[in-house]
């Protein structure tokens, strides 16, 4: 195992921070890169990774890592030392705004500009200059702020992995992935063992979260080159929502981090035979097709349904109690499909989004992330 640090611009006198990355196993071959608590208020993934790295450096030792694993279980120090009043806010960057996950470089447009001349008839020469041309561009970008330091530090470590797996977690939540419909029978496996309840599919969300820029460049790549050049899928790149924010304990830590050794096992990535893969709990869903559902009224929000299970259509997902009119709302499934994430809050303003149902029929178009 080698340890790097990354020194972030300095952002202030006297304040400079760096970013750790752990690299197990041979180099020069397949990569993959895991990074955990991007948003670093969701630290179910902290521990996942921190359970990971054990296992990995017992495979090392035991010579198993057919290739180079790179952990990075503390991707945004920024966020983890932003508190107001008590509170922890690791999703966006106070002073700006913008929310740790999006805005990344977006590889798709940094390599179009420079890549045509150098593609040939073979699909694997085009995997190697496609990165090549990824790294020469972000080579040359020149960040200015502590947080673009810190984005650019991320996309050095992870744009030439060959499967990037970004921990996440939900407010409270069921085991969910999200990835790029194109990659979907790569990520199937992952999904399996992993147990989730539910597989999100969209090509670009829109926004350039941290999966995408990863996946979107190559499919991007296809629909621009593809007819005249042979363009593989460089990356299998899925973001793992690990349940909801409370979610953290060692029995989750436990069967997360091993889910991802039978991957990357299945995968020929670490050597043995994998373990048997479970069934899948529900067919994989378009994000598109997710349901936002959202409290009509302000009130205290009272659940009537977990997450993780089948809704119907028309199922009473949550009341709203005005307790000064004595109105109580109740708020509906406009679609069947698994309810996969609740809000966290117990108190409802008027409009807010309080639960999602991953339906089967596209619903929405434009952006499909939420803030
Ligand atoms: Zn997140």
Partial sequence: MQKKIHPLISPSLGTERTLTSFHYGPAGGQKVYVQSSLHADELPGMLAAWELRRKLGALEAAGKLRGEIVVVPVPNPIGLNQHVLGQMIGRFEANTATNFNRNFYDLAALVIPRIESRLTGDAKEN???VRESMREALDAQTPRTELESQRLALQRLSYDADIVLDLHCDFEGAMHVY??????????????????????LALNSIGNPFDEIHSFCWSELRARFGSRFPIPNGSISVTVELRGQADVSYAHAEHDSQAIVEYLTQRGLIEGTPAHMPPLAFPATPLAGTEPLVAPISGVLVFRTPAGIWIE???????????LTDRVETVR??????????????????????????????????????A
């Fill in 313 to 323: 259509k028309g199922q009473e997902i949550a009341d709203i109690v005005d307790p």
């Fill in 179 to 200: 990835t790029n419909p194109e990659l979907w029978a790569d990520v199937e496996p992952l999904a399996r063992y992993l147990d989730a309840k539910a597989s999100l």
């Fill in 127 to 129: 995997l190697r200059a």
């Fill in 333 to 370: 499934a406009g679609t069947a499909g698994v309810l996969y994430a609740r809000h966290r809050t117990r108190f409802a303003t008027a409009g807010m989004e309080v639960a999602r149902i991953a339906g089967a029929t596209p619903l929405r178009g434009g952006s499909l992330l939420s």
